[in-house]
């Protein structure tokens, strides 16, 4: 699963900002950089190589992949989906969220206790 199979749905995202009342992280921390919207918008500047990978994965962690957002847009925008596939490219690029990371190993290495 990588980024680029999804940049159909990246492009398809018009910013209206529909998605963003129906979004518990954007609630919580009224960043916009947290909403639906801006996530497609910082993830289009990646593909075009405004961004670099290790500039977002505190921004791609901030989403609890409720879904939501996709019963709000209009479009209905697999969103979560997107999120998914740009958090396992982080961790085979080496960028993955070191807590996460953490508890996968724990999960790993203590599963037969
Ligand atoms: S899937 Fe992520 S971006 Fe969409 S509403 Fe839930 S927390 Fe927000
Ligand atoms: S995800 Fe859908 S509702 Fe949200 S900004 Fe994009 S097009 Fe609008």
């Known amino acids: 699963m990588v980024l680029e199979d999804y940049r159909h749905i990246i492009m398809e995202c018009v910013s209206c900002g ?3 009342s129906n979004c518990p992280i ?7 950089s947290n909403s639906a919207k801006d996530k497609m918008t910082i993830l289009f500047a990646l593909l075009r190589g405004w961004l670099d990978w290790s500039e977002l994965t505190e921004r791609l962690y901030e989403c609890t992949t409720c879904r939501n957002c996709q019963t709000t847009c209009l479009s209905g925008l697999d969103i979560a989906g997107v999120v998914e596939a740009a958090r396992a ?3 085979e690029r080496g960028y993955g969220d070191p807590v996460s990371d953490k508890i996968a190993e724990n999960l790993r290495t203590k599963s037969d206790m």
Do not use: F, I, P, S
Request: aromatic residues 8%; negative net charge.
């Open 26 to 32: 954007y609630k919580q921390t009224t960043l916009e």
């Open 89 to 91: 490219e982080l961790v």
């Open 18 to 20: 529909l998605c963003q």
